[in-house]
Nanobody, 124 residues
Framework: QVQLVESGGGLVQTGGSLRLSCAASGRTFSSYAMGWFRQAPGKEREFVARIERGGTNTYYADSVKGRFTISRDNTKNTVNLQMNSLKPEDTAVYYC?????????????????WGQGTQVTVSS
């Protein structure tokens, strides 16, 4: 079982940057594929980015490609999301999620482990 705790959210102006972090418990962090998702008010939770267990391969939603970067440090049990050129439409609660194994997926339903979320608000 892995437990996830996000941090780094906040209020930023359009065009600004934020760096989200997710700290994971447990000694098998490197066995989990990790993802970031977000949920805006009144909308369904959506995929943002994912990273495979070793940290080499990443994948992004089209809406954030070129602006967001996902990374992980398996020695520190952390996964990060660097968000640049933020837009008001990026405003949402951002969630870190984990999935055991090597099947990489963008589906919310395929990730059994979730953090509590961190609020990101981008003002126009």
């Amino acid at each position: 079982q892995v437990q996830l705790v996000e941090s780094g959210g906040g209020l930023v102006q359009t065009g600004g940057s934020l760096r989200l972090s997710c700290a994971a418990s447990g000694r098998t962090f490197s066995s989990y594929a990790m993802g970031w998702f977000r949920q805006a008010p009144g909308k369904e939770r959506e995929f943002v980015a994912r990273i495979e267990r070793g940290g080499t391969n990443t994948y992004y939603a089209d809406s954030v490609k070129g602006r967001f970067t996902i990374s992980r440090d398996n020695t520190k049990n952390t996964v990060n999301l660097q968000m640049n050129s933020l837009k008001p439409e990026d405003t949402a609660v951002y969630y870190c999620a984990a999935r055991w194994g090597s099947i990489y997926t963008n589906s919310v339903n395929d990730y059994p482990h979730w953090g509590q979320g961190t609020q990101v608000t981008v003002s126009s």
